[in-house]
């Protein structure tokens, strides 16, 4: 099987890069910890020098300093790269996107946004309201398309029923979480919504850098696989660590006997499922965004395409549909 390294997003003119340089971890603080700047600049530099067109950010991310990264590491570079970013939903009413997408404009010391996409959903706002303004911007020429991001079926047929055309849904995928392909994934390949995965090495639990449970700090130990007593938990759920270490056990020594990085390996996967146009990989410095890059030339076959679906479908069965990483009562709607 071929993994292509580019994809033309609908409802756009551009092309994207398949794997696409996430700048969340890059700010540190919240989930990371601490974090050099100079690693963070050299590490969306080698993105770029190495052939990573397309850079993943959001206001949210260090209020503003993850844009402002990227716009120092990649200065001079701006027509060369794919820029998306990211309106949280507070700002969701048509105010308040115009307002944060100037203040975005502002930190990446550019004159446009070319995937401007909608963090989380919002109901307390008219979906139209938000989208009204998305269309605002791209006749503006301040963003040139318009995506979502944690969206599920419902809020994607209000924007498809009110004729809005979406270019993309971001969501958290991975072979650890495989929760959208109950009937989020299936929807977004009918409707031509392409998804860009989020965490899809599971925030390096995918690399096979922790061997267990105790070894994965608290603050990314939040999500639904850990317990609810772990100190940043935010849902109720019992956990399930001893099926989610099996299931990376299971994965490492696939990866070990085929002679493929793990994390690699696992980004392949994700690569050539039907409906994800790319993954949104983070990485904290050159080297690790050096080792995600060796993806694009994993030896991926239907065989091992297959295997790797079948050890981690007891979690994803597990987990169930519920789409959203960190809540039980879940956000995606
Ligand atoms: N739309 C949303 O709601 C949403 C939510 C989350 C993320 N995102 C986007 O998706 C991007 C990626 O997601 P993510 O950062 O949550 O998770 P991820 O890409 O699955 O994991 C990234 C982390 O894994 C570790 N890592 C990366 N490459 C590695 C390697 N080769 N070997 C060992 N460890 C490695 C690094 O952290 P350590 O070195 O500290 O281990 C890195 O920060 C973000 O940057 C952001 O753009 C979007």
């Not at 090495?201 to 608290?218: H, S, Y």
């Not at 690699?264 to 994700?270: E, Q, T, V």
């Amino acid at each position: 099987m071929q993994i292509s390294t580019t994809y033309q997003l609908p409802n756009t003119d551009f092309e994207i890069s398949r794997m696409i340089f996430g700048c969340w971890a890059i700010v540190g603080g919240f989930n990371w910890g601490d974090q050099d700047e100079r690693d963070s600049l050299q590490a969306i530099k080698t993105a770029y020098e190495s052939g990573i067109t397309t850079f993943d950010t959001a206001e949210a991310y260090g209020a503003g300093q993850s844009e402002n990264l990227l716009a120092k590491a990649l200065k001079g570079e701006r027509k060369n790269i794919i820029i998306a970013s990211k309106v949280g939903p507070q700002d969701f009413d048509k105010e308040g996107v115009i307002k944060a997408c100037e203040r975005g404009l502002k930190n990446l010391q550019s004159e446009y946004i070319d995937l401007y996409q909608l963090h989380w959903p919002n109901p307390a706002i008219p979906l139209e309201e938000t989208l009204e303004a998305m269309e605002i911007l791209k006749k503006q020429g301040k963003i040139r398309s318009y995506g979502v991001s944690n969206f599920g079926t419902q809020s994607l047929n209000i924007a498809k029923n009110a004729g809005f055309s979406l270019s993309s849904n971001q969501m958290a995928y991975n072979l650890l979480f495989r929760a959208i392909e109950f009937e989020i994934l299936p929807h977004c390949v009918a409707e031509d919504v392409p998804i860009l995965c989020y965490s899809p090495i599971m925030q390096g639990l995918l690399t096979g850098k922790f061997g267990n449970e105790e070894e994965v700090p608290d603050d990314r130990a939040r999500t639904r696989h850990f317990t609810k007593e772990r100190s940043q938990a935010r849902h109720q759920d019992e956990g399930c660590e001893e099926l989610t270490f099996e299931t990376i056990s299971k994965i490492k020594d696939l990866s070990g006997d085929l002679g493929i990085a793990m994390g690699a390996l696992s980004l392949a996967w994700l690569l050539v499922q039907d409906g994800v146009a790319a993954v949104i990989a983070g990485g904290r410095n050159s080297s690790q965004v050096k080792r995600n890059l060796e993806t694009l030339n994993v030896p991926i076959t239907e065989d091992i395409v297959n295997e790797l679906s079948a050890i981690t479908l007891p979690l994803k069965e597990h987990l169930g549909p519920n789409s959203d990483l960190w809540q039980s009562d879940c956000r995606v709607i």
